[in-house]
């Protein structure tokens, strides 16, 4: 590919994202550090996004001793490897063809996977039965995402498909839509209420959408990318009601349903709610819950596996969706084999159990304690305000930028939140994600920060991140460092 003009159109026409031009910048100063170019700083610290083992947090020892023996079958014989480990590996290569990992798998994935992960999800929502045929297993959930909403897309202008999307919403999220063909129908998550879904902001998206677009699905982050709120039943039961009465898709993002640290909150699946409502919506509203190897406790991404329950969804409409994976041909094998061991964890009794149980434990403690940790630190610095998150892995405080750094965003075609990043990527090697809400004009500036960290990488991320934000502050002592939009703390 030798020049711009020799790339695909509608490739030409996607707009770069910030995040995009964050991680080059990232790379490149990385790449200068290697080369022995002096930074005030010894590395890059990457917090922007959900990439954990990056970010310094081990991997759990059960999924890598057994796919370990997966990929090297002679280790079947080693007795140093626990007994429970060995079995797995075992039973997992008798579910792949040839016995080995090296195998394609059906398109929508290994059946034995499938059905482990079924028998998962009717425990999760005690009792409540869910059926192999119904789950599909991509490479990674964002693919799954793509498979529904392409299933959903028609029509161009006021007919295009519309889907009501949150703002905020993983960053990754409008690119998505946008590759998909699709109208990105925005609805605002109340800030002033923790960030939940309000009946009100999505009535009045839907209304403002319908001659834009034709709406036909909702998104939902629960528990919420980046913002951390946690729905509770009643809240889920409204948007159900909603999807029903405006004949909307439901796709449910639910990759953090075990990151939910919130006092007095618990997570509880769209499916689960759907099935207690009654057969007017639970035989009706169509629903796509998504969950990943990623974002589960194990936080394997680069592994590329997750899967997708589909629900009320017509027969005919779901071989589409078989039809779809048949493109990528088989989903990473190791992936689908984490996946079940995902699902399917060792139990006590186990020789395995105690290590794992640890390893989950030392996980979910750091994650709560740094989410207070983080909450309380960015609250005490002046301009900035937080929420406090209830489950996920990210923050996303408030920030009020300097008007002089607004006015210098400007000039340079940027947004100021960007810039803001951009600046503190250089003078301290943090990298956060910018809050960019999809281009819309909200006036007011977040920072996305993912918390789940070791300890003391979080400590230096908060100490970088305050000396930078306190000498931009000086840096414009005009700055007004009081309340902004009623959000921020008055006595800043
Ligand atoms: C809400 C949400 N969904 C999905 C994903 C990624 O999923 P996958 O790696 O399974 O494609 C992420 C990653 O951070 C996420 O935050």
Redo the contacts with the bound molecule.
Sequence with gaps: MSSLQQVNPRVRGIRVSPQSTLQSLAAHITHQITQGVQKPFKEVIDVS??DLHKAGMKPISFVRQVLAVCLYPELLQDKNLPQDVRLRAQRLLEACDGGSVGSYTASSGLLYVQQSIAEFVTRRDAGVPSYPQNIFIP???????MIVVKLLVSGEGENQTGVLTPTPC?Y?LPMLLDEAGVTLAPYHLREDRGWAVDLEELQLALKTARGCCHPRAIYI?NPG?PTGHVQDRESIEEVIRFAATEGLFLLV?E??QDSVYGQGREFVSYKKVLSEMGQEYSETVELAS?H????AIMRE?GL???YMELVNMDPVVMLFADTMLCTDISTPVTGQLALELMVNPPKPGDPSYDTYKQEILFSQVTLAQNAQRAWEFLNCLPGMSCQKAMG?IHLYPQLLIPPGMIEQAKILGVEADVLYCQRLLEEEGVFVGAGCQHGLATGNYHLRLCILAPPGTLEEVLARLSSFHLRLLDRFPHHDRGVKNGQLHPNK
Excluded: E, I, K, M
């Design positions: 996004s959900g490479a990674g959930s964002q693919r799954a995402l993983p990754t982050s990318n993002d990759v953090y998504f990943s190897l990623s974002n991404c590329r596996a997750g996920g």
